[in-house]
């Protein structure tokens, strides 16, 4: 597991994580922010005034209405990176990560407004009778063109290569992370193994998915609004029960966006970079904006109007990130979870040795946190390391989740392990039925799970992440089949379809029981494959889509 890690990772820091990625992804909101003249604001309340159905008139085209469009797009934002999302960008980039989502937020919702308007124009009917769009629609027919030169051929190529890292984000983001933080979640609350997890859900959806959009969206529109009321409930009562908190914590991610986070409690530090990269890419991953997934789900509206379809986009960044993340970084920051540490069971490549005796002390905290920023690395341990009575014998500190971690025990079948267990470079590599526990800090799921815990309900406050996980991930997954079978239909046809869902059930059976830190990885590199070639379409058809934008209300101002 970590051999794989480190290669993906090693992938990644190319792709999703890389700086040039990161800053195309912000580059190309804030372009599309001041060439259309800021529409996230000026057109915010015709959006909801859409969303409610003003302007619908009977008898078009599509599958969904404006409002189950919505709800399926969010359904398959609203998910992880809400609650373990948010808590990963945290504990990796501290409280400022989370000014960096909000900003990739705020232009995220130009991009989206754009990347949905352009991909409904060209959207197309199906042998089935459904409708089918997405950026690979509109890069196989647009007329794309730079600087007066034509990029047709290109496009076309965009559109295959597209539809390609749209079937394999749907197993990286809305299906692996879904279920196995859905599992995690779940163990850490009810104790029920993973396995179990998986095989129940793994039923379910594919009974969902098998009714295609039809019954897809009559569940999403119910599922969404119910999960959203859970999930606030329980945010706003450890918000109010932490209610001095609050201004400090919402003075703290704005104060260090760009002297970092300096030590604090278990948190050992972060950098500009780290919550720059880690924020930016934790709100690509919660809200999706340049990534073409929701232009697919907003295909299936019944509206002749692209650009009325794009104005319902431009709420969704708004909900999935500004309100709802904000909402979770609150709970995280006011109770101050996020800098505890928990007695936890050590994911193994969260685990590194440092092949030195360290003592938390504020000299060697910044040691370590030179060493996990890789600026002045610390000699990690090679060879076998020796447990005695469940304790390391070896003068070496353990590093687990970013922080020193204490009351470290070794167990195997819960009794105290006695043996060995080999390192290379700091990593370990664990004998079957081997679990190294102790005091760290958490991330992800649990840490959100751990702060839900410290408001008015108490130890109840746990069951409302795990139900929220559950519900919120479930209907992510759901949402993202659809993506993958309208991606599969254009590739190789609608006969092809069945044989996706079947690997896509299969998979998220799998993903239930593999270590959270690899999954993120693969959810990391398929959002960069799936995001480049659409905002290379987007920023080719920038001209057409002003142009649109203007026929639009030129049309609504001339309306009977």
């Given at each position: 597991?970590?051999?794989?890690?480190?290669?993906?990772?090693?992938?990644?820091?190319?792709v999703g994580?890389?700086?040039?990625?990161?800053?195309?992804?912000?580059?190309?909101?804030?372009?599309?922010?001041?060439?259309?003249?800021?529409?996230?604001?000026?057109?915010?309340?015709?959006?909801?005034?859409?969303?409610l159905?003003?302007?619908?008139?009977?008898?078009?085209?599509?599958?969904?209405?404006?409002?189950?469009?919505?709800?399926?797009?969010?359904?398959?934002?609203?998910?992880?990176?809400?609650?373990?999302?948010?808590?990963l960008?945290?504990?990796?980039?501290?409280?400022?990560?989370?000014?960096?989502m909000?900003?990739?937020?705020?232009?995220?919702?130009?991009?989206?407004?754009?990347?949905?308007?352009?991909?409904?124009k060209?959207?197309?009917?199906t042998?089935?009778?459904?409708?089918?769009?997405?950026?690979?629609?509109?890069?196989?027919?647009?007329?794309?063109?730079?600087?007066?030169?034509?990029?047709?051929?290109?496009?076309?190529?965009?559109?295959?290569?597209?539809?390609?890292?749209?079937?394999?984000?749907?197993?990286?983001?809305?299906?692996?992370?879904?279920?196995?933080?859905?599992?995690?979640?779940?163990?850490?609350?009810?104790?029920?193994?993973?396995?179990?997890?998986?095989?129940?859900?793994?039923?379910?959806?594919?009974?969902?998915?098998?009714?295609?959009?039809?019954?897809?969206?009559?569940?999403?529109?119910?599922?969404?609004?119910?999960?959203?009321?859970?999930?606030?409930?329980?945010?706003?009562?450890?918000?109010?029960?932490?209610?001095?908190?609050?201004?400090?914590s919402?003075?703290?991610?704005?104060?260090?966006?760009?002297?970092?986070?300096?030590?604090?409690?278990?948190?050992?530090?972060?950098?500009?970079?780290?919550?720059?990269?880690?924020?930016?890419?934790?709100?690509?991953?919660?809200?999706?904006a340049?990534?073409?997934?929701?232009?697919i789900?907003?295909?299936?509206?019944?509206?002749?109007?692209?650009?009325s379809?794009?104005?319902?986009?431009?709420?969704?960044?708004?909900?999935?990130?500004?309100?709802?993340?904000?909402?979770?970084?609150?709970?995280?920051?006011?109770?101050?979870?996020?800098?505890d540490?928990?007695?936890?069971?050590?994911?193994?490549?969260?685990?590194?040795?440092?092949?030195?005796?360290?003592?938390?002390?504020?000299?060697?905290?910044?040691?370590?946190?030179?060493?996990?920023?890789?600026?002045?690395?610390?000699?990690?341990?090679?060879?076998?390391?020796?447990?005695?009575?469940?304790?390391?014998?070896?003068d070496?500190?353990?590093?687990?989740?970013?922080?020193?971690a204490?009351?470290?025990?070794?167990?195997?079948?819960?009794?105290?392990?006695?043996?060995?267990?080999p390192?290379?470079?700091?990593?370990v590599?664990?004998?079957?039925?081997?679990?190294?526990?102790?005091?760290?800090?958490?991330?992800?799921a649990?840490?959100?799970?751990?702060?839900?815990?410290?408001?008015?309900?108490?130890?109840?406050?746990?069951?409302i992440?795990?139900?929220?996980?559950?519900?919120?991930?479930?209907?992510?997954?759901?949402?993202?089949?659809?993506?993958?079978?309208?991606?599969?239909?254009?590739?190789f046809?609608n006969?092809?379809?069945?044989?996706y869902?079947?690997?896509?059930?299969?998979?998220f059976?799998?993903?239930?029981?593999?270590?959270?830190?690899?999954?993120?990885?693969?959810?990391?590199?398929?959002?960069?494959?799936?995001?480049?070639?659409?905002?290379?379409?987007?920023?080719?058809?920038?001209?057409?889509?002003?142009?649109?934008?203007g026929?639009?209300?030129?049309?609504?101002?001339?309306?009977?």
């Open positions: 597991m970590q051999e794989l890690n480190s290669y993906l990772e090693s992938i990644n820091s190319y994580e890389a700086d040039w990625f990161l800053f195309l992804l912000l580059g190309t909101g804030l372009f599309f922010t001041v060439y259309l003249g800021f529409p996230q604001i000026r057109y915010f309340r015709h959006a909801i005034n859409v969303v159905g003003k302007y619908d008139k009977k008898g078009e085209a599509g599958d969904a209405s404006h409002f189950q469009a919505l709800t399926t797009a969010l359904s398959g934002t609203v998910g992880t990176g809400n609650i373990g999302g948010v808590a960008a945290l504990h990796i980039g501290g409280p400022a990560a989370l000014f960096w909000l900003v990739t937020a705020f232009f995220g919702m130009t991009t989206k407004f754009v990347e949905v308007t352009l991909s409904h060209y959207r197309e009917k042998a089935d009778g459904t409708m089918a769009g997405g950026p690979m629609y509109y890069m196989k027919h647009a007329n794309f063109k730079l600087f007066n030169l034509n990029f047709n051929g290109v496009s076309k190529v965009l559109a295959v290569v597209f539809a390609l890292a749209t079937i394999l984000s749907s197993f990286g983001t809305g299906n692996m992370p879904q279920i196995n933080n859905i599992a995690t979640s779940v163990k850490t609350t009810f104790d029920v193994d993973p396995i179990i997890t998986g095989s129940v859900l793994s039923v379910l959806l594919a009974l969902v998915i098998i009714g295609g959009i039809k019954r897809i969206v009559k569940v999403t529109e119910k599922l969404v609004p119910s999960m959203a009321l859970i999930y606030f409930l329980g945010a706003f009562s450890v918000i109010f029960y932490n209610w001095e908190n609050v201004l400090p919402l003075t703290s991610i704005f104060t260090n966006v760009f002297s970092g986070t300096a030590v604090t409690g278990g948190f050992l530090g972060a950098g500009f970079k780290f919550a720059f990269n880690n924020g930016v890419a934790r709100g690509l991953f919660s809200n999706e340049g990534q073409g997934s929701a232009p789900a907003h295909a299936a509206a019944r509206t002749e109007e692209p650009v379809e794009g104005m319902v986009a431009i709420l969704e960044p708004f909900i999935d990130t500004i309100l709802i993340c904000t909402i979770t970084g609150l709970v995280l920051l006011s109770s101050g979870a996020w800098k540490k928990f007695q936890n069971d050590f994911a193994t490549t969260d685990i590194e040795v440092i092949a030195k005796v360290m003592e938390e002390n504020p000299e060697n905290q910044r040691a370590v946190f030179r060493h996990l920023e890789e600026r002045e690395l610390l000699p990690d341990y090679n060879g076998d390391l020796t447990i005695k009575d469940g304790k390391f014998v070896d070496v500190t353990i590093i687990h989740a970013r922080s020193f204490e009351n470290v025990r070794v167990t195997k079948d819960g009794q105290p392990y006695n043996g060995t267990i390192a290379e470079d700091g990593d590599s664990l004998p079957d039925g081997v679990v190294v526990s102790g005091k760290s800090l958490v991330h992800s649990p840490l959100t799970t751990q702060a839900f815990r410290l408001g008015y309900l108490g130890d109840w406050g746990k069951y992440v795990s139900i929220g996980m559950l519900l919120f991930a479930f209907s992510t997954a759901i949402s993202w089949s659809y993506y993958g079978d309208r991606a599969t239909t254009f590739l046809g006969k092809y379809v069945i044989i869902r079947i690997f896509y059930v299969i998979a059976f799998i993903a239930a029981f593999v270590e959270a830190k690899i999954i993120w990885t693969i959810a990391g590199i398929t959002i960069a494959l799936m995001t480049l070639p659409n905002l290379i379409g987007i920023v080719m058809l920038h001209k057409e889509m002003k142009s649109t934008v026929d639009y209300w030129e049309k609504f101002r001339n309306r009977d």
